[in-house]
């Protein structure tokens, strides 16, 4: 079976980049967050209520290269989040605040 984009994309990213991976998933877990089910594109963790799956964790190995994101979206990164309410939060540090504290982390 061939790798999908995402798990390609692990493949090149450095020994610290794998590692903080691993360390993500654990914290989400840690968190009763669940891995949404995909096909390809980023890896996303969250809370499944019924039928509504909301995310709070978005792992993103592979560079983006359209045109118009900002320079933060051209390397491997992740977003996390607490809540619907905009509340971000970086799992390294655990310092909470808006989307500038968990958007566009770096992942290496």
Do not use: C
Request: glycine residues 8%; aromatic residues 8%; positive net charge.
């Amino acid at each position: 079976m061939p790798l999908s984009r995402f798990n390609l994309a692990v493949q090149v990213l450095s020994k610290n980049g794998k590692t903080n991976i691993r360390i993500l998933r654990n914290w989400a877990q840690s968190k009763g967050w669940v891995k949404k089910p995909r096909n390809d594109g980023p890896e996303v963790w969250g809370l499944q209520q019924n039928d509504i799956f909301s995310w709070r964790l978005k792992i993103k190995p592979e560079v983006s290269t359209r045109q118009g994101l900002e320079s933060s979206s051209q390397k491997p990164r992740f977003d996390a989040r607490l809540n619907d309410k905009g509340i971000y939060i970086n799992p390294f540090t655990g310092q909470t605040g808006n989307r500038s504290v968990g958007t566009h982390l770096e992942l290496e």
